[in-house]
């Protein structure tokens, strides 16, 4: 076989599979809210950006032992809305930093939302609960499997933790499975 031969259907073969990585990654990034979950609305986006403390998440590799986790957005010229989580990492004595994308999925009077912080990726982002003087929320993702509870203080309250851990468990999470964020100082 004739090297550029070779080379061309060895192309073919790699942009097929490559290809079909792609098709299959981007089925896999769901975007809309896990079935029988609504977002909030009304939900005002001006009154939701800035800094927000996390309280509580299921565990996930990008976020593993990290501790005083905070995400704070704001708006990007283009009007998408700049999201950038921070957390501190104690094993090595670091913050580390990741900076993502947002876009309303529809509606802009509805908490749901799509995040990207992997270029063309994006992942379901929607505000099941919202304290109505926007204090604290919740947040689940494409499937029971993503869940944060945030707020703009360090702590909640003990009534809202448990209205929060009641409605989560209405949604299908298993709320045994959160993480209670440290938010101490350092």
Same mark, same amino acid.
Not at 71 to 81: E, H, I
Not at 108 to 113: D, R
């Given at each position: ?44 986006? $001006? ?128 709320? $045994? ?10």
């Amino acid at each position: 076989m004739h090297i550029g031969s070779w080379i061309k259907g060895f192309s073919r073969q790699c942009l097929s599979g490559w290809g079909l990585a792609l098709l299959l990654g981007l089925s896999a990034c769901s975007t809309a809210p896990p079935q029988g979950v609504s977002a909030v609305s009304p939900f005002e986006l $001006q009154r939701y950006l800035g800094t927000w403390h996390e309280i509580a998440r299921l565990d996930h590799r990008f976020e593993r032992g990290l501790s005083r986790v905070s995400a704070n957005y704001s708006l990007n010229a283009d009007g998408s809305v700049k999201v950038l989580n921070r957390g501190y990492n104690a094993e090595k004595k670091a913050w580390s930093d990741a900076e993502g994308r947002a876009l309303f999925i529809g509606d802009t009077n509805t908490g749901s939302l799509k995040v990207s912080f992997f270029g063309p990726f994006y992942g379901g982002y929607h505000v099941i609960a919202l304290d109505p003087d926007y204090r604290w929320a919740m947040v689940i993702g494409p499937d029971q499997s993503y869940l944060w509870i945030l707020a703009r203080d360090k702590q909640i309250p003990a009534g809202v933790r448990e209205r929060l851990m009641a409605q989560a468990t209405s949604a299908g999470v298993d709320t $045994q499975a959160l993480i209670w964020v440290d938010q101490s100082p350092l």
